[in-house]
């Protein structure tokens, strides 16, 4: 059984497709970003860097438990354990690999740093077209690749298309001029007819809904006050000072 502690996030749910894809037993476990849940010592055991997801894997390796955090390793080990959506074929696994990497190391942290000064700083105009006329040199980047290959990875369904999605559903949002982008949308449809992804779309939706009733009158606390991150941080793993 995989317990997944998380939230559904763009990288949460990442991981949520790919266990509805290989069809193991899971949960989830909800951990409120916004309550702090991820500064919990309990929370912090299974990822240090205070962020979601991380998954237990209750009979991994030599039938142990063993914990992850990092969305794009979760993704690994889950096709690693399953056979599934990794191809064996070592051309077509590197390249899933590399665009595996180039949605952990690009697409997440432009897009996440779009979002957050399109939503919590609206006046840096400077940081927003930066980030902006990223997201959009991504989704060109990616219309590209969909010109070359059916799938983002390779000629099959992979680990790399499943770690894209999440990120890149919200492109009507974003302003994509849609005619541009033929090869993407494409793929965007093709990956929306899923079940497993209509199952997991769903799923986040619910788990939003029950975390914000578990919420509500509770203090949410500033996600992005780095500063107050830290003491939290500090507050959360200190003995003597139980947060
Ligand atoms: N590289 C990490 C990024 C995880 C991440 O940034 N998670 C965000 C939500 S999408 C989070 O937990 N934020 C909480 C915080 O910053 O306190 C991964 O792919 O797992």
Request: aromatic content about 6%; cysteine-free; glycine content about 12%.
């Given at each position: 059984m995989i317990e997944l502690h998380s939230s559904p996030t763009p990288n949460g749910q990442k991981v949520m497709i790919m266990l509805e894809e290989i069809g193991i037993e899971w949960k989830h476990i909800d951990v409120n970003i916004q309550l702090g849940e991820q500064f919990q010592p309990e929370y912090l055991k299974l990822n240090p860097n205070n962020k979601i997801p991380a998954i237990i894997?209750?009979?991994?390796?030599?039938?142990k438990s063993y914990a992850m955090m990092e969305s794009g390793a979760i993704l690994v080990y889950l096709a690693e354990k399953t056979g599934?959506?990794?191809?064996?074929?070592v051309r077509k696994r590197f390249d899933t690999l590399q665009w595996l990497f180039f949605q952990v190391s690009h697409i997440g942290p432009m897009f996440g740093q779009a979002n957050h000064f399109n939503r919590q700083?609206?006046?840096n105009q400077y940081a927003r077209d930066r980030y902006n006329n990223e997201v959009l040199r991504l989704y060109h980047v990616l219309e590209n690749r969909l010109g070359e290959v059916p799938w983002i990875g390779c000629d099959e369904y992979t680990i790399a298309d499943i770690a894209t999605y999440p990120w890149c559903k919200s492109h009507a949002e974003r302003g994509i001029d849609e005619t541009a982008f033929p090869n993407f949308l494409r793929w965007s449809e093709r990956m929306e007819a899923r079940p497993a992804v209509q199952r997991s779309n769903r799923m986040a939706a619910e788990i939003r809904t029950r975390m914000a009733k578990t919420a509500e009158g509770r203090a949410l606390i500033d996600i992005y006050d780095t500063k107050d991150n830290t003491e939290r941080l500090t507050r959360a793993t200190s003995r003597d000072k139980p947060c």
């Open positions: 894997d209750t009979d991994g390796p030599d039938g599934k959506f990794l191809p064996a074929d700083a609206r006046d």
